[in-house]
T-cell receptor, first 109, second 113 residues
């Protein structure tokens, strides 16, 4: 059962522009949401999180938005840099932690 | 801190053989998770432990899979007998608190021929 869905397998953006990655979830019991970044041959690394009591959390170039009514979250990267090229996973938690299938972001110089 | 340590990094085995994957969580973390990554299903939760106790193993695909956590610093995931469809990257992760991020190891790439 795919409780967390990332419907875009890939995204390509130009350096300096905004990258927007999207994620949908089905379980209304999730109360903690996260984004991870993954490079080849490495484990996912934590990027940013948001509690269900908030609708926005910002950390430098990264901002996560949460829309509970739509069961949707997004990650904004501004400005995008070539080093941001990686696979991004969204995750949702309520005791356990479920992940989406990932979106491969390519930032072109 | 050394982070989450998984071994081996790569495992190649023949169908029917027993495979054991190992994980050392970050010291002080009280929850440990096992995931499997495939192209089709992404990061799939297999099982997780709180304070060394298995909480939810509903993601374990078949009885051929088993996981143990004999103490706070060690966990194993065993596949017996292994099959080619088990080929994937297996990740272990740990966290300090319920609402804190998971820290992942670098994974074990399993190939069953």
């Amino acid at each position: 059962d795919q409780q967390v869905k990332q419907n875009s397998p890939s995204l390509s953006v130009q350096e300096g522009r905004i990258s927007i990655l999207n994620c949908d979830y089905t379980n209304s019991m999730f109360d903690y949401f996260l984004w991870y970044k993954k490079y080849p041959a490495e484990g996912p690394t934590f990027l940013i999180s948001i509690s269900s009591i908030k609708d926005k959390n910002e950390d430098g170039r990264f901002t996560v938005f949460l829309n509970k009514s739509a069961k949707h979250l997004s990650l904004h990267i501004v400005p995008s840099q070539p080093g941001d090229s990686a696979v991004y996973f969204c995750a949702a938690s309520n005791n356990d932690m479920r992940f989406g299938a990932g979106t491969r972001l390519t930032v072109k110089p | 801190d050394a982070g989450v340590i998984q071994s081996p990094r790569h495992e190649v085995t023949e169908m029917g053989q027993e495979v054991t994957l190992r994980c050392k969580p970050i010291s002080g973390h009280n929850s440990l998770f096992w995931y499997r990554q495939t192209m089709m299903r992404g990061l799939e939760l297999l099982i997780y432990f709180n304070n060394n106790v298995p909480i939810d193993d509903s993601g374990m695909p078949e009885d051929r899979f088993s996981a143990k956590m004999p103490n706070a610093s060690f966990s194993t995931l065993k596949i017996q007998p292994s099959e080619p469809r088990d080929s994937a990257v297996y990740f272990c992760a740990s966290r300090l608190l319920r609402d804190s991020p998971l820290h992942f190891g670098n994974g074990t790439r399993l190939t069953v021929t």
